[in-house]
């Protein structure tokens, strides 16, 4: 399933998911989030992001479903490759690729607690290459694999829901 066919219920909680765990995405990356009218984005200080960065990291987060070259997120903020490398790096502490890697398998943790998505269409709506690929960067990030998320998360929601239920 593509992002175009979901249902405009499907957009909005896909939506309501991401807003919440934006902020789990802090703790991967070490960054901090700035929220300006309807766009969220990540910065490590105090200081005004550059405009040019704010605008790659904008366009990341909204098309993260597309493989989006770097060298084509620096034409579209008119830097050459290698300065936007440094800049966003500078701006960021990452470098773009480790930024999407990680907005990716922050969206992607969201996706497997709260749908019913498999992990395979995880993948492809995240636009991972692969899911071998994307099970190996989800474990790097989250100390183990999708399936494993997955199965954990779910045993401890029903763990709390049976001790919820038997507590009278």
């Given at each position: 399933?593509?992002?175009?066919?979901?249902s405009?219920?499907?957009?909005?909680?896909?939506i309501?998911?991401?807003?919440q765990?934006?902020?789990?995405?802090?703790?991967?990356?070490?960054?901090?989030?700035?929220?300006e009218?309807?766009?969220?984005?990540?910065?490590?200080t105090?200081?005004?992001?550059?405009?040019?960065?704010?605008?790659?990291?904008?366009?990341?987060?909204?098309?993260?479903?597309?493989?989006?070259?770097?060298?084509e997120?620096?034409?579209?903020?008119?830097l050459?490759?290698?300065?936007?490398?440094r800049?966003?790096?500078?701006?960021t502490?990452l470098?773009?690729?480790?930024y999407?890697?990680?907005?990716?398998?922050?969206?992607?943790a969201?996706?497997?607690?709260?749908?019913?998505?498999?992990?395979?269409?995880?993948?492809?709506?995240l636009g991972?290459?692969?899911?071998s690929?994307f099970?190996?960067?989800?474990?790097?990030?989250?100390?183990?694999?999708?399936?494993?998320?997955?199965?954990r998360?779910?045993?401890?929601?029903?763990?709390?829901?049976d001790?919820?239920?038997?507590?009278e």
């Amino acid at each position: 399933m593509l992002f175009d066919e979901l249902s405009h219920v499907e957009f909005r909680v896909w939506i309501r998911i991401y807003e919440q765990e934006l902020d789990n995405l802090h703790a991967c990356c070490g960054l901090r989030f700035v929220t300006e009218s309807s766009h969220t984005w990540l910065t490590t200080t105090e200081h005004a992001m550059d405009r040019r960065i704010d605008a790659a990291i904008k366009i990341i987060q909204d098309e993260i479903h597309q493989n989006i070259p770097v060298g084509e997120l620096a034409r579209q903020v008119r830097l050459s490759t290698g300065h936007f490398i440094r800049l966003f790096k500078a701006e960021t502490s990452l470098s773009p690729k480790q930024y999407v890697r990680c907005v990716r398998m922050k969206r992607a943790a969201v996706l497997l607690n709260d749908s019913f998505l498999s992990i395979k269409e995880i993948a492809a709506n995240l636009g991972a290459g692969d899911r071998s690929h994307f099970s190996r960067d989800f474990k790097k990030l989250h100390g183990r694999t999708p399936s494993s998320f997955r199965e954990r998360d779910d045993d401890s929601s029903t763990n709390d829901d049976d001790s919820s239920t038997n507590t009278e």
